[in-house]
């Protein structure tokens, strides 16, 4: 268990809809990321937060969104929802930005849209 | 822009023997990390073991330990005594120091444990 936790383990949608996917990173760690994996595409980076600011972003689409709220859980908001959006949502995080310190994974959320 | 090559798309390997993952990474940093990730049938991100750029020992971590090669930017992963819980996808990553701190991942290799 690596300390960071997901919810929901799993999402089935339809087109057009969309969904919030959530991230508590582990006690203390102020950096959150968001990565998306999927079959054709491999793992991707799309967006990362530092204690409430954005700090880099990815190959993260127009109809992505996230925020990182002051008591540092994240989500990523998915809007339109197409059926190339199915794919596996990980969110890591590390203690701080730029730093030597490692990206713990969570359990990922899977996304089906149907 | 930084590339991560991982040209085997599957091994196998007998359970108790060795096997090398091989991996290849493009950059013009001098200093950056390296990662191995494990991803089991849970799909799990499980982070095997690191290598830091400007150390020119290589990482050990119980029975896996890398081939940090800088000059020909390759690190490879050593898995030895394999167990059959170690069959997983393996991805190798890497990192750049600084503020860009995303990972930047391969396409994995699979790896098979069989008896």
């Known amino acids: 268990d690596s300390g960071v936790t997901q919810t929901p383990k799993h999402l089935i949608t339809a087109t057009g809809q969309r969904v919030t996917l959530r991230c508590s990173p582990r006690?203390?760690?102020?950096?959150v990321y968001w990565y998306q994996q999927s079959l054709d595409q491999g793992l991707q980076f799309l967006i990362q937060?530092?204690?409430?600011?954005?700090?880099a972003k990815g190959n993260i689409l127009e109809r992505f969104s996230a925020q990182q709220f002051p008591d540092l859980h994240s989500e990523l908001n998915l809007s339109s929802l197409e059926l190339g959006d199915s794919a596996l949502y990980f969110c890591?995080?590390?203690?701080?930005?730029?730093?030597?310190?490692?990206?713990?994974f969570g359990p990922g959320t899977r996304l089906l849209v149907l | 822009a930084q590339t991560v090559t991982q040209s085997q798309p599957e091994m196998s390997v007998q359970e108790a023997e060795t096997v090398t993952l091989s991996c290849t990474y493009d950059?013009?940093?001098?200093?950056?990390?390296l990662f191995w990730y494990k991803q089991p049938p849970s799909r799990q991100m499980i982070l095997v073991i690191r290598?830091?750029?400007?150390?020119?020992q290589n990482a050990t971590e119980n029975r896996f330990s890398v081939n940090f090669q800088k000059a020909a930017k390759s690190f490879s992963l050593k898995i030895s005594d394999s167990q059959l819980g170690d069959a997983a996808m393996y991805f190798c990553?890497?990192?750049?120091?600084?503020?860009?701190?995303?990972?930047?991942f391969g396409t994995g290799t699979r790896l098979q444990v069989t008896l």
């Open positions: 990553a890497y990192r750049v120091t600084g503020t860009a701190s995303k990972l930047t």
């Open positions: 890591a995080s590390s203690p701080r930005w730029g730093s030597l310190e490692t990206q713990y």
């Open positions: 006690s203390g760690d102020l950096s």
């Open positions: 937060y530092y204690n409430g600011e954005e700090r």
């Open positions: 950059t013009s940093e001098s200093d950056y990390y």
């Open positions: 290598q830091e750029a400007y150390k020119q």
